[in-house]
């Protein structure tokens, strides 16, 4: 095919459009990556105050760093069906992975009662979308937006000089969120737990469930544990049960797995009108409506260094249709977080070192 050639004048002017055209992408991914306002927040600034508080662990999460993967079983009980068309919902069994993990970003971090600890989910319908949750054994968050994580984050970071964070710092940032005061308080007066297989997880995020009819609802949900205490800890509040053991917590959980499979009950609180869904560090009153979902089995406990938690990502935001996103803005920024620390984590692979527990050599025995 013959082409035209373009007299000089249009050719500058085309050309002039093209490099238009491309600065403006190269400008918008700038603007998206924060280059042209350094005190944005973006997915890698969280990603560096995390890691200015845990120091740099290659490979590992950037928090949650600490964890153990599991495979198990949801037996749905059909009652939260009537509120969320999520095939998960419908009576039967579905295959789920999780992991259990302490909340900070120190992956060889001693266990500790005090250390908030969670438990992530993923459930897989035949056939249908995925549902993943991650939940923690406090009863609110600490913030309610990612700038105020951001800040806590800061004003926690230890000082170079001392190795210490400044109260200063924790005390200014108090004073500007009365909000984390509050969820401190409630925290605090929540019952004690002895390990993790006797801890109640909590969504602390709100979400909403939406019908067959198309009803949807506010709702927050937590996994409640069908065992007792675990047998080995002395005292609720007792961090030096076992002084030798680095790895009590899981170790204890390792234990008791080993002798039956370990059981919580998927309960859901729908909301009422007023409710908060914008504000995870506000509890909503005890008698809204709990629907009992099912039951949650963990049934094997695996190293996270080649289990099947390693190479996924528990987004808040993975929902299947009949689950959706409230308005609260910790989400979006945790699902953005979580795949910059999933990027990360995942390039870093050949330098990690194995994790601090495996329960293949975990040889303890729960004592009657
Ligand atoms: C802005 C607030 C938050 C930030 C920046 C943040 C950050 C992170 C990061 C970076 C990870 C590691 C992700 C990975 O590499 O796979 C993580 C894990 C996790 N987060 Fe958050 N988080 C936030 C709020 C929350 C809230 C409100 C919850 C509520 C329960 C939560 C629960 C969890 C859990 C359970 C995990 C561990 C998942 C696993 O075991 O892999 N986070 N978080």
Not at 28 to 52: E, K, N, V
Not at 236 to 244: L, T
Not at 295 to 303: A, F, H, R, W
Request: negative net charge.
């Amino acid at each position: 095919m013959n082409e035209t050639p373009l007299s000089t004048p249009r050719a500058l002017a085309r050309f002039a459009l093209i490099g238009a055209a491309m600065l403006s992408v190269v400008g918008l991914f700038a603007y998206t990556g924060g280059w042209f306002s350094p005190t944005r927040l973006t997915q890698s600034r969280m990603i560096d105050a995390l890691h200015a508080g845990s120091g740099l662990h290659p490979g590992f999460r950037a928090a949650h760093a600490k964890g153990m993967c599991f495979t198990g079983s949801f037996d749905s009980s059909g009652a939260a069906a009537a509120y969320s068309k999520a095939v998960v919902f419908a009576p039967g069994k579905v295959a789920l992975t999780g992991r259990f993990a302490l909340a900070s970003g120190m992956p060889f971090q001693p266990d500790a009662l005090a250390i908030p600890r969670s438990m992530a989910l993923r459930f897989m319908a035949a056939g249908a979308a995925e549902w993943r949750t991650g939940m923690n054994n406090i009863p609110v968050f600490v913030v309610s937006t990612p700038e105020a994580f951001y800040e806590q984050l800061e004003a926690s970071k230890p000082n170079p000089a001392s190795g210490k964070p400044d109260p200063d710092a924790m005390k200014a940032f108090l004073s500007r969120h009365p909000e984390t005061s509050r969820a401190f308080a409630i925290i605090q007066a929540q019952p004690p737990q002895t390990g993790f297989a006797d801890s109640t997880f909590n969504s602390l995020n709100a979400f909403r469930f939406v019908n067959a009819a198309g009803i949807s609802v506010p709702v927050r949900w937590g996994v409640v544990p069908m065992q007792p205490a675990v047998v080995q800890a002395n005292s609720p509040d007792d961090d030096s049960a076992h002084p030798s053991d680095k790895n009590r917590l899981f170790d204890d959980l390792i234990a008791q797995e080993h002798e039956q499979p370990l059981r919580w009950r998927l309960v859901v609180t729908v909301g009422e009108p007023g409710d908060s869904t914008a504000d995870s560090t506000v509890q909503w009153p005890d008698n809204r409506r709990h629907v009992d979902a099912g039951i949650v089995t963990v049934e094997t406990l695996q190293s996270e260094d080649d289990g099947p938690c390693t190479d996924i990502n528990f987004d808040p935001l993975v929902l299947p249709p009949g689950i959706e996103p409230s308005d609260d803005p910790l989400l979006s920024a945790r699902s953005a977080v979580y795949s910059r620390s999933f990027t990360l984590r995942a390039g870093q692979r050949p330098e990690k070192p194995p994790s601090a527990v495996n329960p293949a050599e975990v040889t303890r025995v729960v004592k009657p």
